[in-house]
């Protein structure tokens, strides 16, 4: 994500539903951003989707940083659960690792356990803002979510630039 060459432009890139976050480096996030202008368009428009952090979130202990757990039915019937049953920030980083744990039933039984691990890196609005600067870009747009309200603390980071 942080290094290609496809060889050719694109009128518009979507780095969606925070991927941008598992580079884990201010050097991997830039990277990236370069990478994505070599190949947007000159009139092309580039989404990148975050999340905004919780400072609270962002420290050891807070209780709740562990989420509850969710269970969703996948398309066989079968019913999934995930927990998180660690989350580790570290805020000199700005990173956090998460281990998830899911449980997929059928017809109440067990089928399946495992365990993932997840590390992202969060980013404040104005390290975005700089970030884009930095790689050539011009911000056309700052949302709070998907309806385009207006930025907002500790809600999604949605972000429409475009060539500088």
């Known amino acids: 994500m942080a290094r290609f060459d496809l060889e050719q432009r694109f009128r518009l890139i979507i780095i969606a539903y925070r991927a941008f976050q598992h580079l884990l480096t201010p050097a991997l996030q830039r990277s990236c951003l370069l990478a994505t202008r070599k190949h947007l368009h000159p009139d092309g428009r580039l989404i990148v989707h975050l999340f905004d952090p919780r400072l609270n979130r962002c420290v050891q202990g807070d209780p709740a940083s ?3 757990p969710a269970a969703v039915r996948d398309d066989a019937g079968r019913e999934v659960d995930v927990v998180v049953t660690d989350r580790r920030p570290d805020p000199l980083t700005q990173t956090l690792s998460e281990t998830w744990r899911w ?11 495992s365990a993932d691990v997840l ?11 700089y970030l884009f600067e930095l790689c050539k870009f011009k911000v056309l747009a700052e949302y709070s ?17 475009g060539p500088a």
């Open 66 to 68: 562990v989420m509850k």
């Open 103 to 113: 449980t997929i039933r059928h017809h109440g039984t067990v089928v399946q356990r």
């Open 119 to 129: 590390r992202l890196r969060w980013t404040y609005r104005y390290e975005m803002r």
């Open 145 to 161: 979510d998907f309806r385009r309200s207006p930025p907002q603390y500790g809600a999604e980071q949605i972000w429409v630039v």
